[in-house]
């Protein structure tokens, strides 16, 4: 990393986090917890200071799950920091090595001892941060066994909280092969021939051997280290933990099993779940039954004092962890070319309430990718959304919120003070791709953006929650699954919302019919008019000369708002200097498989190579 970006690095540990943590509540606001970037060998971490008054002797490390289920308990774990907090109880939470923000494997590694490594560095950093030498793990999924399993000095660990453990390897991989399917046929994904490998799911690929490792794993064995307090979340239904309880309990361990409630709800996707709180006051009150409170040991000035936020350095790329907006509530990775100054910089925003790594790994590859190439990015959380903190005031529905846009200026901000703002470039997908968008249009130190699967340009009115988070499918996908085998299985099973699917279709065929209509009223009637606003962004973006990049997936739903506006040839858009449409054939809307996801990665490279004078 260079001398100016090691200032950089060194400038931004103290100011936004030191205000935002240890800054005295004399308003009374119960304002949680905001963790504070550390920086491990192979991973970005956050530390949560404990802020009660009374600080208690011991700390929590959480091990995350993998895939999907990470990509669903990232706020669930920031909830759980923030409520351990209030109680006196410090924490530290980081990716597992192939996985989120983490570094890849390296090439001679395989299996999970790059994993079980990681668990035991963070263990070390995390007493070294608070001074204190009593650690709980707790993990969920894979997490929850990493906890139990791991082979390094455990004198330290005082308990571990194992929610939802896998303790069949092979059962665990035929559930991640069904629930495969599932989320194939919910996300449209198409295979072919080219067979996920086993593990994968939804573009989610374990790192090498991990698949292989877990096909011997099975839980209990004599080998297990001592645990001396146990307490075990079981799924509904799953009766395969109380033999684990049991193991531990006859070796004396103070072993319990307790009910999972809101376990389906808290892994649906990160956009509808929902935070099973009553687990989060369980496990808050069975940390405090552990110990009894001290003195204060570690403020939160003391634990700032002692985090690194160092970067996290690669052969190609370095990666800075930070803090930024009101109050530090913001958090996003800055990554850098390591090769020399950046020739741009791109933001990547979140889609939805995906965190800032993005569906499947997306946002992260994109940034050490584009750092190979001599560019710089900045992927942040927006608020609310993983480990940023919501604002308060805002509406809690934040997709195709215009709120975000504060968010996105914000992010300006920090590239400006860290003189990356030449060349700015905004980059998003879905909801994404409307926020980037719209930026443009809102913030003239944005040079372009490149909407990915952009389902609209405008809202023709206020939309509810249901048209946000139920986007209909294209007309397109309705006659194409109509003759499908599997729609007529899953119509007699009754699996179909016929009367929504119906609604659905006579919507987007009034859709076509305005279309026709407007090209003889014009501007006379209430579409045409709409029409001419979306060509008026246009045509003062254009006069600007901001460059506008679409790019959508073979039949997306953003398809027909782009015909509607513009053909569906594109002829329309030919009026508009620096406007540019893409279509990625056989692909889904999260642009899952390999080869669509590297036709997309060199358009997004093509298009900022045009945009640099």
């Known amino acids: 990393m260079s001398k100016e970006a090691t200032q950089r690095t060194a400038d931004a540990a103290g100011s936004p986090i030191a205000e935002a943590v240890a800054a005295p509540r004399s308003d009374g606001e119960d304002r949680p917890a905001v963790a504070v970037p550390v920086t491990l060998s192979v991973s970005h971490a956050l530390f949560t200071p404990a802020t009660a008054r009374d600080a208690r002797n011991l700390s929590v490390l959480f091990i995350s799950p993998w895939g999907l289920e990470e990509l669903s308990t990232r706020r669930f774990y920031r909830v759980l920091a923030e409520a351990f907090a209030e109680a006196g109880i410090a924490s530290l939470r980081f990716d597992l090595p192939g996985t989120a923000n983490a570094r890849d494997f390296l090439p001679d590694q395989s299996g999970l001892a790059p994993w079980q490594a990681a668990v035991a560095e963070a263990v070390t950093r995390l007493r070294s941060l608070t001074g204190i030498k009593p650690v709980v793990l707790v993990g969920q999924g894979i997490g929850a066994t990493l906890a139990l399993t ?151 000035e003391v634990a700032i004092a002692r985090c690194d936020a160092g970067a996290l350095e690669d052969i190609e790329f370095s990666e800075q962890a930070t803090r930024f907006g009101p109050g530090g509530r913001l958090y996003g990775i800055v990554c850098e070319p390591r090769s020399g100054p950046a020739k741009a910089t791109v933001i990547i925003v979140t889609t939805a309430h995906d965190p800032l790594s993005g569906w499947a790994r997306f946002s992260t590859d994109l940034a050490r990718r584009l750092a190979r190439r001599g560019i710089a990015s900045f992927r942040f959380d927006s608020a609310g959304v993983g480990d940023s903190l919501p604002i308060p005031g805002r509406q809690r529905q934040i997709l195709y919120d215009h709120a975000q846009i504060e968010d996105m200026r914000a992010a300006i901000d920090l590239l400006e003070e860290r003189g990356l703002h030449r060349n700015l470039t905004v980059f998003g997908r879905c909801s994404g791709a409307y926020l980037a968008y719209h930026g443009l249009l809102a913030d003239e130190r944005l040079g372009g953006c490149i909407s990915v699967n952009l389902r609209l340009f405008r809202w023709r009115a206020e939309p509810t929650d249901e048209q946000i988070s139920q986007a209909p499918r294209s007309l397109d996908t309705y006659a194409r699954k109509a003759v499908s085998i599997g729609t007529a299985r899953r119509l007699i099973a009754g699996e179909i919302d016929v009367r929504k699917a119906a609604t659905n279709i006579a919507r987007k065929i009034h859709e076509r019919l305005e279309l026709k209509v407007m090209r003889f009223t014009g501007s006379l009637l209430a579409v045409g008019r709409f029409n001419r606003l979306v060509h008026e962004d246009f045509r003062r973006m254009s006069a600007s000369g901001k460059r506008i990049v679409l790019v959508y997936s073979e039949h997306d739903e953003g398809e027909e708002s782009f015909a509607f506006h513009f053909g569906k040839d594109g002829s329309g858009l030919r009026r508009y200097p620096g406007a540019q449409r893409y279509r990625i054939e056989a692909t889904d809307h999260n642009v899952t498989d390999k080869a669509a996801r590297a036709e997309l990665f060199r358009i997004v490279e093509e298009a900022i190579d045009l945009g640099i004078p």
């Open 150 to 300: 791991s082979p390094f000095d455990r004198q330290c660990v005082a308990a571990v909280a194992a929610l939802a453990p896998v303790v069949n390897g092979r059962g665990y991989l035929r559930e991640l092969s069904a629930w495969s399917m599932m989320a194939d046929a919910a996300l449209s994904i198409r295979r072919g021939d080219d067979l996920p490998p086993p593990g994968a799911i939804a573009g989610f690929e374990p790192p090498p051997g991990i698949a292989e490792a877990l096909k011997t794993l099975k839980l209990p064995h004599d080998g297990l280290p001592e645990i001396a307090n146990l307490l075990v979340a079981a799924r509904p239904g799953d009766s395969t933990l109380a033999p684990l309880a049991d193991h531990y309990a006859t070796k004396g361990s103070n072993a319990q099993v307790i009910p999972f409630e809101g376990y389906q709800d808290l892994l649906q996707s990160p956009m509808s779940q929902t935070i099973p709180e009553g687990l989060v006051y369980q496990l808050r009150d069975w940390l405090v039954s552990l110990d009894e409170p001290l003195r204060p040991v570690c403020h939160a």
